[in-house]
């Protein structure tokens, strides 16, 4: 394997002594695009890069060389255009290969890249278009998205660009329709058309679990922070097969996708679903023999009510899990159908793996982890002081000893909302958690998602967790509504599993099954089943949502 940096292929006999001693170089002027997938292409240029299929049976594999000149011809066709350095281009292209194109031909630019959901609708795009002064959006040949991108142009006057991966349209410039004429050459700019270190590579919106999201942009070092996500979290391996399930609007995208696993020797695996189905997935997984898996818990749970036995995952050897709190049942059942121990972990838009299991502990179902090389992780209390053992407080970033590779540079033209973040000297994630004797973190939730009743602080997760062991559900959400006698009591709204009907008695039923399993205070006095529960447009559960309609409802016992 090439070796990047002297860091790769490092050897660590405990996470204490990785913790220690991990380092990272920074080179000066450091661009991925040329000096990780360039540096393959004219080192190794047969190793593979990135293997990509759909649900129609289309597959591509792509090699460092094939990558190198693809990216090296969309670059001449972004510059045919005039982007240049530091313009922002939205790039909405769901899991398609040509993404990868597009972002690596921005690095090399200099440009600003602005993923983004193929679920905007255009009241979205009108807000991220003026917000980050968007000059071009590259899209995926679907005409509902389509359709939006045009009806927010009125309200946009930054966009001067629309172009269409893969069927004309109308008004739009086609991306494949010149592609082959391109030339694969390009030439890295020099000078002040060079980008360096402390340019802005990334911008990425937030999901806006409350209020307008937020823009998180990242530096050209950013990519380096993700050595620890690939290497020492999700574990991938030189010559294996990494996937992450994220779509590539989403800044999870970029912690599986592409920096950390290249930079490591591990190939991209990148399956362009149409929609989730359980079963196809594992067919996925099992036909292109892929070695290392990343996904959200909600997945999982899909995932252990499939018959595992029918799929091949004789190459799958380690599975990683993030985007949410991890509930112990799922842990519990995915390790007794396959002997794979999901390996969870902590970060933000903002950050890379914050907190981590990394392969030399033994995980605790429903633990974090513990804190990842180059980040110095402290829980307070409101006042500012550190928790005790057990005690729930905010995950805080302390930035003494300095700023930890790959965390963000600021929220982008906002420098009250950046200046907030870091007040104290700390970042302040908005996340609680506590921590055990033995240093390993457990997650709470958003400050503003804590009950507080009859004097308690009650979790939203331990009550989730707890009533997603019942039989019956299959998605939950607690939350607090306001009572006058306890400050405010538990509600449980939850998605049945299909042959389920909700009735009086199967909420008496999950209430009492909550009030068996954990401290009586803490069961739902209020349970509302739903057919879906409101969430952002990656997939979070927006509890806000719950909250507000409950407030206005005045939903009561």
Known sequence: MMQVYDFIGHDYNSYEEMKEQFKIRIPENFNFAYDIVDRYAAEEPDRQALVWCDDSGASRVFTFAALSEAVNRTANYLRSFGVKKGDSVMLILRRRYEFWFFILALHKIGAVAVPATNMLLRKDLEYRNNAAGISMIVSIDDPVLQEQIEASLPASPTVKTLVTVGR???GWQSFHSVFDTLSDEFTRPE????????????LYFTSGTSGEPKMVQHDFTYPLGHIVTAKYWQNVRDGGLHLTIAETGWAKAVWGKIYGQWISGCAVFAYDMDSFVPGKLLEKISEFGVTSFCAP???????????LTKYDLSKLEYCTTAG???????????FEMTGLSLREGYGQTELTLTIGNFPWMDPKPGSMGKPAPGYDIDIIRPDGTSCDTDEVGEIVIRLEKGKP??????????????EEAF????????????RDKEGFFWFVGRNDDLIKSS???????????????HPSVLECAVTGIADKNRNQIVKATIVLVQGYAPSRELRREIQQ?????????????????VDELPKTISGKIRRVAIRESDSRNKTEV
Request: hydrophobic share 30%; proline share 6%.
């Open 168 to 170: 004309d349209r109308p």
């Open 191 to 202: 000078g002040k058309d060079s980008a360096g270190n402390k340019d802005i590579m990334l």
């Open 297 to 307: 818990p909600t997945v999982y749970r899909y995932l252990i009510k499939q018959d």
């Open 324 to 334: 949410e709190a991890l509930n112990p049942e799922v842990y519990n059942k995915f």
């Open 405 to 418: 590779f790959g965390m963000f540079a600021g929220y982008y033209h906002d420098p009250a909302l950046t």
């Open 423 to 434: 007040e104290g000297g700390l970042y302040h994630t908005g996340d609680t958690a506590s």
């Open 455 to 469: 004097g308690y602080r009650i979790s939203p997760f331990e009550v989730e967790s707890t009533i997603l062991t």
């Open 513 to 529: 099954h909550v009030k068996e399993a954990t401290a009586s205070y803490k069961y739902p006095r209020v349970v509302e089943f």
